[in-house]
Every structure is written in structure tokens, then in C-alpha cells.
């Protein structure tokens, strides 16, 4: 029987040496969710993604990705991942951004193996989803921080994933051009039925988009809808992260339950 979860953690912990980061972790991701993991600097996030990129191995507790043990997850196209777009990126960068898209088939190919004969179709279709189609012979060193990131994640979406990590992807991006970045997100979220799991600071801005809500902080203190993390106290929240926290602000009505 199919398993309902894309991504699913059972009692999860890690640690480097003596130094524990995460502590029984269990967390289940289905199929359509838009997760948005909540946590300070420090609080194990980009541990946790490794965890179920398949980069670092639990030191103890379960990791199964689309019903298979991690271990034995072979179909390592299904899951998409996005970097912070990196403030190093050489600007220089001989490729274009057809090229750039292109490359995320390596994924689904191989290494050294020839690219499918439908590779234009590919890249065009995964340039239109985010709205770059018309840039695709462009250079990408001469785009701007986001519809670099938009190209980035086309690359990551030409491997046609079933669930996309995005790591602070609004990094580098103008203030004014984060709010259509996330009704993009958003639409490949709805439309494609996409599984996202965004790791983020901006809760207000996408608050309107996502559908579920994880606080880390070494542990989970609350995964649920984001309707319910509305309710949680100030106290509670404190107490979590040892900081104020923004919550989620509604700015119409959501049919999310």
C-alpha cells in the first residue's frame, strides 16, 4: 500500500561528536503539503535538510522517503533541492540560462550520459512554470538575484520532482519582488501538486501561501497547520526559541484546514 507521506522522520536525532543538534525528530510531509520549518540560527535546520537529502545519516531514529527507508531511496530526482541563492555566485559564469536549467538533468541521467532527445521541451517547460521562459538564451550572470533564483529552481524542477526543499530562498532578493516569488512558489505548489518544504525567517510575507508549520529548535515544538500555530501564545514561543517571534498574520481568509 502507498504510503500518504512523501517525507516521514521517526524519533530523528543527531549529533557532531559530543555536541547533540537534533533530538527525536518525528515529522511526516504528505503529498501536496507547503511546509514552512520555523527555527533560530543554530536551531538544527540545515541539519535536518541534510537528513532527508540523504547527506548525513541519523545517528539514530528513521528516515523514510515516498515509503522506502532512506538507505535503499533510489529515485533521488523525486526530491528537488534549492540553496539560498548563494551571494557567491560568480556573476561571470559562462552559461546561459538554458544551459543552467539543462544541467539539472544530471540528475535524472547520470553523469556523462546524453541528455533526453526532448531536453528543449524540458527546459522551456520548466523555464515557463516560473515565469523565465523568455530569458532562456540569456546569460545568467546578467539576471537579477531573483529570477536567478527562479532559474534555480527551474533546474531544479526539470528533473519534474515530486517534492522541492527550499532553503531561505528569498535571500538576496529585492524586498519588493519576495511577495511574487511566493505566490510562485505558491503556484507550483497548487497547480503541480508539488510537495514544498520551505525553510524560512519570513513568515508574514508567506504566510497567505503555506499550508503547514514546523518550529525547530533541536526538537520539534509544533508541527502542524498553520491555522493552529495562529494560536500559540507569545509564552509558548518565547520559551521555544528564547526570542519574540512573528506569528502568522492573515491577510484573507484561507480554506486550509
Known amino acids: 500500500?502507498?504510503?500518504p507521506y512523501d517525507i516521514e522522520l521517526n524519533n530523528v536525532s543527531f549529533q557532531y561528536d559530543q555536541t547533540v543538534v537534533l533530538k527525536n525528530i518525528s515529522l511526516?510531509?504528505?503529498?501536496?503539503d507547503f511546509l514552512a520549518v520555523l527555527g533560530p540560527n543554530g536551531s538544527g535546520k540545515s541539519t535536518l535538510l541534510k537528513i532527508i537529502l540523504g547527506l548525513l545519516r541519523p545517528t539514530s531514529g528513521t528516515v523514510q522517503l515516498f515509503g522506502e527507508k532512506s538507505r535503499d531511496f533510489k529515485k533521488r530526482e523525486w526530491i528537488g533541492y534549492v540553496s539560498q541563492k548563494s551571494n557567491a555566485f560568480n556573476s561571470g559564469f559562462p552559461a546561459t540560462?538554458?544551459?543552467?536549467?539543462?544541467?539539472?538533468?544530471?540528475?535524472?541521467?547520470?553523469?556523462?550520459?546524453?541528455?533526453?532527445?526532448?531536453?528543449?521541451?524540458?527546459?522551456e517547460k520548466a523555464l515557463k512554470s516560473v515565469g523565465m521562459a523568455e530569458y532562456m538564451k540569456q546569460s545568467i550572470g546578467e539576471l537579477s538575484g531573483g529570477q536567478q533564483q527562479r532559474v534555480f529552481i527551474a533546474r531544479a524542477l526539470v528533473a519534474d520532482p515530486k517534492c522541492l526543499i527550499l532553503d531561505e530562498p528569498t535571500v538576496g532578493i529585492d524586498h519588493q519582488h519576495v511577495q511574487s516569488f511566493y505566490h510562485m512558489l505558491a503556484h507550483l505548489n497548487r497547480e503541480q501538486n508539488i510537495t514544498l518544504?520551505?525553510?524560512?525567517?519570513?513568515?508574514d510575507t508567506v504566510s497567505?501561501?503555506?499550508?503547514h508549520v514546523a518550529c525547530l529548535n533541536q526538537t520539534i515544538h509544533f508541527?502542524?497547520?498553520?491555522?493552529?500555530?495562529?494560536?500559540?501564545?507569545e509564552e509558548d514561543l518565547q520559551a521555544w526559541y528564547g526570542h519574540s517571534?512573528?506569528?502568522i498574520h492573515h491577510t484573507k481568509s484561507?480554506?486550509?484546514?
Open 208 to 211: 497567505n501561501q503555506i499550508s
Open 223 to 233: 508541527h502542524g497547520f498553520k491555522n493552529d500555530f495562529n494560536q500559540i501564545s
Open 254 to 257: 484561507e480554506g486550509t484546514q
Open 28 to 32: 511526516q510531509v504528505k503529498q501536496g
Open 245 to 247: 517571534v512573528r506569528k
Open 1 to 3: 500500500m502507498q504510503t
Open 197 to 203: 518544504i520551505l525553510v524560512t525567517h519570513d513568515v
Open 97 to 123: 540560462v538554458y544551459e543552467v536549467v539543462e544541467s539539472g538533468l544530471v540528475k535524472k541521467t547520470g553523469l556523462f550520459k546524453k541528455y533526453p532527445k526532448n531536453t528543449p521541451s524540458l527546459v
